[in-house]
């Protein structure tokens, strides 16, 4: 997909800006693009290896185990036909819990066999379970509450104050997470009643 | 509003207070540990580094050439019955495609009118709240060999406008 993102992005890019009469911009952009990346990156590299540093802390003092223990509820909620003894709700609590903090290494091995068995439980169909549209929805809304990067991006460009979006950003996730979870259930139970 | 601030201040600061306290009482090697997790975070970043380069250059040059600007203009009614600034239209929507072609568009506004304007806060809650919808439902329904997706594409995208939606009420809220 990204072959066809990419090549189109610097193929009608640089047509339109012929067209505009503005392709005495377009070297100007190229060279800035790399530029502006490199230095980003390099803020990055400070900004977020505090933050995985700490966060392996987390994770080796069982403190991310410690939290994702905690969603026990949630889970039963959001997926009340997987049985409370299987995997997959750990594999689910690992994901959501490193995508809270932005933890995305951790959070895509963790999706990927948490998709696995919720596929053993469908029995490998090729049709999306309620359960895998739920945990799908549930992770494409966005779940992280500490947004590093956006921090680190902030204050490359100067900001006075690079973390003081992070409470709105909060509340923002909250609403978008809700909003698709109360669909996926609307939907979920359409299903049901529409089998039966 | 004042001390909603003071609170987003103070999350990176708990975070890491009692991460630290927390792995030092439980007896682990935190220094060694912070160590181990830094050359990680390092890795992270080199990794995406290509990515990010390619992404950015590519959302530079269609920036220059006023494509945006007609995608963008073809919103207005929408953005000017609402209030919602049409130059973050192509924002939300690169965001559902690319994290680093975003990136590319976020830094764009951040130098256009600076990270600590209305344009700039809330073009960084809205990346905070919103996530690269088809990339990575891709990658999880291949992992599986899902052929039908059913609601999870609607789903994915309501709550992606309800984020927008909040991004929006919040930043005009809070600041």
Known sequence: MLNFIWGSFIICGIVFSVINGKSHLITDALLNGGKDAVSLCITMVGVISIWTGIMEIAEKSGMIKGISKKLGGILTYLFPKIPQNSVAREYIAANFTANFFGLGWAATPAGLLAMEELSKMNKKSDVASDEMCMFMIVNTSSLQLVTMNIVAYRSQYMSQNPSEIIFAGIIATVVSTMAGVIFAKIMGGKNKSWKN | ?175
């Open chain 2, 1 to 175: 509003m004042e001390k909603l601030i003071i609170i987003s201040n103070l999350i990176i600061p708990i975070i890491v207070f009692s991460t630290v306290l927390f792995g030092a009482s439980k007896g682990i090697s935190i220094y060694e540990t912070f160590i181990d997790g830094a050359k990680k975070g390092i890795s992270t970043v080199f990794d995406i580094a290509p990515t990010l380069i390619a992404l950015m250059t590519s959302v530079y040059v269609l920036r220059v050439s006023g494509l945006l600007d007609i995608i963008a203009n073809c919103f207005k009614p929408i953005t000017e019955f609402t209030g919602f600034p049409s130059e973050l239209i192509p924002l939300c929507l690169m965001r559902l495609v690319s994290s680093s072609a975003a990136t590319g568009l976020l830094t764009d506004i951040f130098g256009t009118y600076g990270p600590d304007s209305f344009m700039g806060r809330l073009a960084s809650v809205m990346m905070s709240c919103t996530e690269t919808v088809f990339y990575t439902m891709s990658l999880y329904f291949l992992h599986v060999n899902i052929r039908k997706t059913r609601y999870t594409l609607a789903g994915a995208l309501i709550s992606n406008l309800f984020g927008i939606i909040a991004a929006f009420y919040a930043t005009k809220l809070l600041f």
